[in-house]
């Protein structure tokens, strides 16, 4: 809509001979979407997600303070009122935007879709907001921690299962509403099992593990709770007709594909296993130092990866192949650079 006579495509991407490319991204959720049909489900969800608003010549924020929900900054930068008409003439059902809590960090919110539409929807935000705002004279940055002092940028991902019978939300026993379904249940635990596996997928740059940090709103644990904002998984509107979970650690940055397809797969692996769910703690989970810990970089979350034959097995090893190595690639790359901060610290005292 902000261009002339001008159409978005969205497409699978296939070989000469018209066999799929296995190791895309879109693929590998399509792949896990049609095993969630065959096992009696359809799929609601969508994307939560926050990014940076920046002066495109210096990069730094529009302004400072602590200011989430703070109404007058909410509309300090006229580009936001025009980009949420432009998001919705594009097919983005925009439910709410707002200031977050660090200095020209945003978050606007869209309802759910079901499929592959859910991943679509992201990917179409994503890139309309980078586009409007490079037109606009701005940087949008999904980037998950831009700077040492600014916070982190995340991704949730809110789902739920729909029983292709009765069209009912599966996360839902109406004969005892207060009570978290097994169904529920099982799919969260499968979330906590393969949280490790999960990880490079849904973190998938050496950026992203600076911003899981205790008392940032990121989890750093293998963990769950309703109402607390520091867990992994938080389960929302128990009992209620929209009842879902609520995958919290992914990066802003992430393959919105990739976000979704390592979170269905890991609930789905729940589902199978029937394991029990683990404690919900009382207090945060952050603070609580019995729980496994989430990998702190990506060269750990990569082998966690590589190391889960299930989750290997979900998203595919053709897939699994191209993307450790490339990232191991951009690893090597990072691991081999002097930082400013190492030139600082010791070029001149030394």
């Given amino acids: 809509p902000w261009m002339d006579a001008t159409a978005k495509v969205i497409c699978d991407t296939r070989w000469g001979s018209g066999s799929p ?4 991204p879109r693929h590998v959720l399509a792949r896990i979407l049609a095993e969630a049909n065959a096992m009696g489900y359809d799929v ?5 997600l926050e990014f940076y608003l920046l002066d495109a010549k210096t990069h730094e924020p529009l302004f400072g303070g602590l200011h989430i929900f703070n109404t007058l900054r909410n509309n300090y930068a006229p580009f936001l009122n025009d980009v949420i008409a432009k ?4 097919g ?3 439910i709410t935007h707002n200031c977050e809590y660090a ?12 499929g592959i539409a859910g991943a679509d929807k992201a990917f179409t935000f994503k890139n309309a907001i980078k586009e409007l705002a490079h037109r606009a004279g701005y940087l949008a940055t999904f980037m998950s921690k831009p700077a040492t002092t600014m916070s982190g940028s995340g991704c949730h991902v809110h789902i739920s299962l729909i029983d292709r019978q009765t069209g009912k939300n599966a996360f839902v026993d109406p004969r005892a509403p ?6 529920m249940r099982h799919f969260t635990q499968g979330i906590l099992d393969h949280a490790r596996a999960m990880m490079a997928l849904i973190g998938p740059t050496p950026n992203c593990y600076r911003r899981l940090r205790p008392h940032t709103f990121a989890p750093s644990n293998v963990s769950w709770g309703e109402e607390d904002r520091s867990a992994m998984v938080r389960l929302k509107h128990v009992g209620m007709a929209n009842a879902h979970v609520e995958m919290r650690a992914a990066s802003g940055l992430s393959n919105p594909y990739l976000s979704a397809a390592a979170t269905l797969a890991a609930g789905l692996l729940g589902l199978k296993a029937k394991r029990s769910l683990q404690p919900e703690v009382s207090g945060p989970s952050e603070d609580d130092p019995t729980l496994s810990k989430l990998p702190a970089t990506l060269d750990e979350a990569l082998e966690s990866l590589e190391a889960n034959s299930e989750m290997r097995a979900m ?4 897939f699994v192949h191209v993307f450790t190595k490339v990232k191991r690639h951009e690893l090597a790359r990072f691991h081999a650079h002097v930082s400013d901060w190492e030139r600082s610290e010791y070029l001149e005292i030394f």
């Fill in 103 to 114: 200095p020209s960090q945003f978050e606007i919110v869209y309802g759910p879709a079901f």
């Fill in 178 to 183: 207060d009570v978290i379904p097994d169904s």
């Fill in 315 to 318: 998203v595919g090893d053709p």
């Fill in 92 to 94: 983005i059902d925009v």
């Fill in 87 to 90: 998001l919705q003439a594009v």
């Fill in 44 to 48: 609601c969800y969508a994307h939560e």
């Fill in 21 to 24: 490319i296995e190791a895309a």
